[in-house]
Nanobody, 118 residues
Framework: VQLQASGGGLVQPGGSLRLSCAAS????????MKWYRQAPGKQRELVAV???????KYVDSVKGRFTISRDNAKNTVYLQMNSLQPEDTAVYYC?????????????WGQGTLVTVSS
């Protein structure tokens, strides 16, 4: 199983970006997909969670600005980020766990850099 993240870049304050993370592999049964971020000099923090069949959750700092969604047919999770602020600057990582056939997996994507600056 591999996770491929994309969509990061440089954006001005107030702008938007959409991150994508696709899980590849056959016979996948995903339990949960998440987005984390790690800003320079800070610990990695959980940003958004989307469990299969469950409710989405967000860290307070992004509520009302970020939206996590999934395309289950494509095993892809998205993070729509609006009203971006400089404090959102970080490397964003996707995470997924679940079943790959009869095997449990938990994997991280490679990270995609989001820079919010004027």
């Amino acid at each position: 199983v591999q996770l491929q993240a994309s969509g990061g870049g440089l954006v001005q304050p107030g702008g938007s970006l959409r991150l994508s993370c696709a899980a590849s592999g056959s016979a996948l049964s995903i339990n949960v997909m998440k987005w984390y971020r790690q800003a320079p000099g800070k610990q990695r923090e959980l940003v958004a969670v989307m469990p299969t069949g469950g409710s989405t959750k967000y860290v307070d700092s992004v509520k009302g600005r970020f939206t996590i969604s999934r395309d289950n047919a494509k095993n892809t999770v998205y993070l729509q980020m609006n009203s971006l602020q400089p404090e959102d600057t970080a490397v964003y990582y996707c995470y997924a766990d679940g079943w790959y056939g009869t095997r449990w997996f938990d994997h991280w994507g490679q990270g995609t850099l989001v820079t919010v600056s004027s």
